[in-house]
């Protein structure tokens, strides 16, 4: 019988190349380094997810889906600055857990410019709802707010890949949020 063994598990296949491209990114990933870490053949490999690339597009779709996941957790948050906080504290969090790779895929493969363009649509539309709810000044550049705070978030990531502890990602963080104009709420 040909095609892949009984043995194949597509999950945790995906999940070993999820971890090898955040770690290594997709230049430096060979085939041949994901069919080791996931104890598959080539010819498996091939036959679950087509080539390299296919592999890399499904990998960050999972990894993508799940920084939605937490993003949108945290910007359903009624206060806007509450939201954003949790945003910069997760991602402290995630990006210095010692249980992955440091940093973040997602803000680090160049290949991931769309899905950064989509987060960052994600941070304008809740600072957008910001201003509609009255937690921000009607006259907040929400775009330029956004393209900062994604900024911010790149710049996390890259201090956690370089060996930056919770505290100072954090602090990175706390930082930023005091960038956030204060609510109209807050001058009376």
């Not at 911010?152 to 919770?166: E, I, K, Q, T």
Request: overall charge negative; some cysteine; hydrophobic content about 45%.
């Amino acid at each position: 019988m040909t095609g892949r063994p009984r043995s194949f598990d597509r999950d945790a296949a995906l999940a070993v190349a999820v971890e090898l491209f955040w770690r290594q990114g997709f230049d430096r990933t060979s085939i041949a380094d994901l069919t080791e870490a996931a104890g598959v053949n080539p010819p498996s490999l091939y036959a679950a997810f087509g080539d390299k690339k296919s592999l890399f597009e499904e990998a960050a779709g999972v990894y993508f889906a799940r920084t939605c996941e937490g993003f949108d957790a945290a910007a359903a948050l009624p206060d806007t600055r509450a939201a954003l906080a949790r945003v910069l504290d997760d991602t402290a969090r995630a990006h210095t857990d010692t249980g992955t790779p440091p940093g973040c895929l997602l803000l680090t493969e160049p290949r991931l410019t769309a899905q950064r363009m989509a987060l960052h649509e994600r941070l304008r539309q809740r600072l957008d709802r910001g201003v509609r709810d009255g937690d921000l000044p009607a006259a907040t550049d929400t775009e330029a707010l956004a393209t900062y705070f994604l900024a911010v978030l790149r710049g996390m990531s890259g201090l956690a890949r370089d060996g930056g502890s919770l505290e100072e990602v954090r602090a990175v963080g706390a930082t930023a949020l005091a960038a956030l104009p204060a609510s109209p709420r807050e001058k009376h």
